[in-house]
Structures are given as C-alpha cells and as structure tokens.
C-alpha cells in the first residue's frame, strides 16, 4: 500500500538512448510532479500536472515529455539521453495545485554512461 | 530568481542536544515553508510545515517563522541518532515549491 510509488528504482543506459520512469500514486490526490535531484543533493521542480493538465513546465529540455494518462499517473520520458541527465528523479503528490504539502515517492536513480 | 538558502552546515551536534537549522529566503511573496528530511539514498519526507509568524511544535520539532526578516528554522529537541540526515527547507510561492540545497545534521552518540 505504497503511497507513491515509482518504477524502475534504478536505470543504467547509454548515451543517446530512449527511457522512460512511472509513477502511480494512491492518495487520491490531484497534483502530481517530477523533481530532479542532482549530484549535490540539489531538488529542483520540472513539470506539475493536475488532475492531468500541465500546470508547470520549468526551464527543462524538450527532449523531456512527461505525460499523465489520468490523475493517479504520471509518467517521463527522456529521449535522447546524455551524460547531464544522470540524477535522481523523483515523482510527488499533493492533494491540491500550488506547491502545497507534497509526499514524495523512492526516486528513480538514472545513470546515463 | 526566488531563492531559499541554505548556508550553514554540515552541523553536528550531541546526543540530547538542540539542533538548530536555519533558512533565509528572498521572495516575501512567500506564503508558506515546509521542512522536508532526507535520509542518504532515501526521499525527501515532510516533517513540519508553517504558515503563519511564530512558532509551530509538533512533538520534538518546532518550526519558527519571522516574514519581516525572511527567516524560517527547525529546531529538533532532545537530538538523536537517527535525526541524523539532510534537512531541506522550501518556500512556496507561484504555485511552487522551491527548495533550498539542504542541511547535513549529524548526531554524535
């Protein structure tokens, strides 16, 4: 009964590969996000959806396209990866838009080689 | 850019101790702050959020809020072991959590 939960945990791939990261979360919220969280530890937003509109789309290359079939799911896909995009990325929840208490799922740890 | 600053640490501090964190931001548009704790190769999980001035206490935590000085700590009482981790502080404003780069908190048995 995992709140937000995320697949695959980690993801080791190669430059100039296509890979996509899920989330699914069980709270019955309507915001979900992607953050990534670089080498220093550093968390930073990428894109919100709510009740599967975009909301936020930060400064973030288009090689990056997350994509909400419904309200508990929230995927990213990440084409053409390079070296840069290694971090882990994290989905989160909250049960309204605008930046309120978020809950956060395990991460997923991509290693671009 | 509305940015949350974490300057200080790594901190350590004893077994029993108060530890005290703290985080200034720029954007006084901020509405509310959050503090998140981030044990190594975990998520970041949400321990206190504030709102409004003053102080907010949930068990051994206590949240400050000063907006006229732009200024927002955690105190954790009685300090142990398995405090130990990265605080983050985040503001939100524009619809937005904002985060700052975290605080390393070590408690020595």
């Known amino acids: 009964d995992t709140a937000v939960s995320q697949t695959p945990k980690y993801l080791v791939t190669q430059m100039g590969n296509d890979k996509s990261i899920k989330c699914e979360q069980n709270?019955?919220?309507?915001?979900m996000y992607w953050y990534k969280q670089d080498s220093k530890k550093f968390l930073k937003i990428m894109f919100s959806?709510?009740?599967?509109?975009?909301?936020i789309n930060e400064t973030v290359p288009n090689r990056f396209s997350p994509k909400s079939p419904d309200k508990a799911h929230l995927n990213l896909h990440i084409n053409s990866l390079e070296l840069g995009d290694s971090a882990v990325y994290f989905c989160?929840?909250?049960?309204?838009?605008?930046?309120?208490?978020?809950?956060f799922g395990p991460g997923t740890r991509l290693t671009v080689t | 850019q509305k940015e949350v600053e974490q300057n200080s640490g790594p901190l350590s501090v004893p077994e029993g101790a108060i530890a005290s964190l703290n985080c200034t931001y720029s954007?006084?548009?901020?509405?509310?702050f959050f503090w998140y704790r981030q044990y190594s190769g975990k998520s970041p999980e949400l321990i206190m959020f504030?709102?409004?001035?003053g102080d907010k206490e949930d068990g051994r935590f206590t949240a400050q809020l000063n907006k006229a000085s732009q200024y927002v700590s955690l105190l954790i009482r009685d300090s142990q072991p398995s405090d130990s981790a990265t605080y983050l502080c985040?503001?939100?404003?524009?619809?937005?959590?904002?985060f700052g780069k975290g605080i390393t908190l070590s408690v020595r048995p």
């Open positions: 989160a929840s909250s049960r309204q838009s605008g930046g309120y208490e978020q809950y």
């Open positions: 954007d006084r548009g901020s509405q509310s």
């Open positions: 504030i709102y409004s001035n």
């Open positions: 959806y709510n009740n599967k509109e975009l909301i």
């Open positions: 709270l019955g919220h309507d915001t």
């Open positions: 985040a503001q939100r404003a524009n619809s937005k959590l904002t």
